[in-house]
């Protein structure tokens, strides 16, 4: 088990940027595939952008696909989401999760999740 702490989030202009983290403690980091995934208000959860345990293979959802960034520094056992031209629609509590299986965007596949770390964009 990984435990999972986002942090970076927070009130932006729309067309910003802004760079999430999320510090991982536990065994194994480099072993876990690594996600994001955010909900806005009265919405269910929905995949951002996930990354394998190398790196070498990176998915995003077509909403953030050539804004947004996922990277991972397994040295530091942290994963970042660097968000650029932040649209109001990208409003959303952003959470990170891991999972020891293949990589995917699937909600259910991941077991380890963050607390969530609030993203805000304004006109």
């Known amino acids: 088990q990984l435990q999972l702490v986002e942090a970076g989030g927070g009130l932006v202009q729309a067309g910003d940027s802004l760079r999430l983290s999320c510090a991982a403690s536990?065994?194994?980091?480099?072993?876990?595939?690594m996600a994001w995934f955010r909900q806005a208000l009265g919405k269910e959860r929905e995949f951002v952008a996930s990354?394998?345990?190398?790196?070498?293979?990176?998915s995003y959802a077509d909403s953030v696909k050539g804004r947004f960034t996922i990277s991972r520094d397994n040295a530091e056992s942290t994963v970042y989401l660097q968000m650029n031209s932040l649209k109001l629609e990208d409003t959303a509590v952003y959470y990170c999760?891991?999972?020891?299986?293949?990589?995917?965007?699937?909600?259910?596949?991941?077991?380890?999740w963050g607390q969530g770390t609030q993203v805000t964009v304004s006109s």
């Open positions: 990354i394998s345990w190398s790196g070498g293979w990176i």
């Open positions: 536990g065994r194994s980091f480099s072993a876990y595939a």
């Open positions: 999760a891991a999972t020891r299986g293949v990589l995917t965007t699937a909600r259910r596949a991941y077991n380890n």
